[in-house]
């Protein structure tokens, strides 16, 4: 079961992931955007981890409402709105529950996905967060229907995201900074995929137990 506590050692273990790939993150980003996703994401996540040390987070819905209100707030540039949105549906898919079954989690998650929908129009394949996160969701809800454990769930959904992480390197970008570089976009990661798996990995090392 994943209560607040849990959801708040995901987000803290992603932020730290963040700042320790700052420069992996802005230097993807200045081949195909404007070399700042970096910067802007370790920006909102650092201000995240500081107020959840104010915040209440007695529950997974209020840590989850903190940290997208804060990266709103914050990040700015496309990711900023994309990844406030998806820890607000998150926090409004858990509502005020104490503790989050694997199930509600990637029901969770998937409406956070939704959400990065709802807002950006991605769709697979053009080369966005959405391509990582997507198949994590996948993986995640098939491994729970197959009866593994939040665990197993979890990794498996750790090597989907990293699969559709590399599987945007020769995607032609479709959304975004990128999409305006045409055919150029072809041949780089994407930055926002590239920490969307990051985020999903946190996931796997945090919420494992
Ligand atoms: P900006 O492009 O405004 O500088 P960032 O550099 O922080 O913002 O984030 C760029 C990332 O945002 C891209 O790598 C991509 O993954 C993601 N992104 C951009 N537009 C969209 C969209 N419409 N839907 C989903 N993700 C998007
Ligand atoms: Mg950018
Ligand atoms: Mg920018």
């Not at 209440?56 to 994309?82: E, I, Q, R, W």
């Not at 979890?154 to 992480?165: I, K, V, Y």
């Amino acid at each position: 079961m994943v209560d607040g506590e849990a959801i708040r050692s995901w987000l803290s273990l992603f932020a730290t992931e963040v700042a320790r790939n700052r420069d992996l993150l802005t230097q993807l980003d200045s081949a195909i955007g404007d070399a700042d996703h970096g910067a802007n994401l370790d920006r909102g996540t650092s201000a995240a981890v500081s107020a959840f040390g104010t915040a209440d987070h007695s529950s997974p819905g209020s840590v989850l409402k903190t940290m997208g209100m804060t990266l709103v707030g914050t990040v700015g540039g496309a990711s900023g709105p994309l990844y406030g949105t998806l820890f607000l549906r998150m926090a409004g898919c858990a509502g005020d529950a104490e503790r989050l079954d694997a199930p509600a989690f990637a029901a969770a998650l998937r409406a956070g996905l939704d959400g990065v929908v709802a807002r950006g129009r991605a769709q697979a394949g053009d080369k966005t967060m959405y391509d990582a996160l997507s198949p994590a969701c996948d993986a995640l809800d098939d491994a729970l229907a197959a009866g593994r454990d939040i665990g197993d769930a979890l990794s498996l959904a750790t090597a989907a995201a990293d699969a559709g992480r590399d599987a945007t390197i020769p995607m032609l970008a479709r959304k975004g900074r990128a999409s305006y570089l045409g055919e150029r976009s072809v041949g780089h990661q994407d930055p926002g995929a590239t920490s969307a798996a990051l985020l999903v990995a946190a996931a796997a090392q945090a919420l494992s137990g």
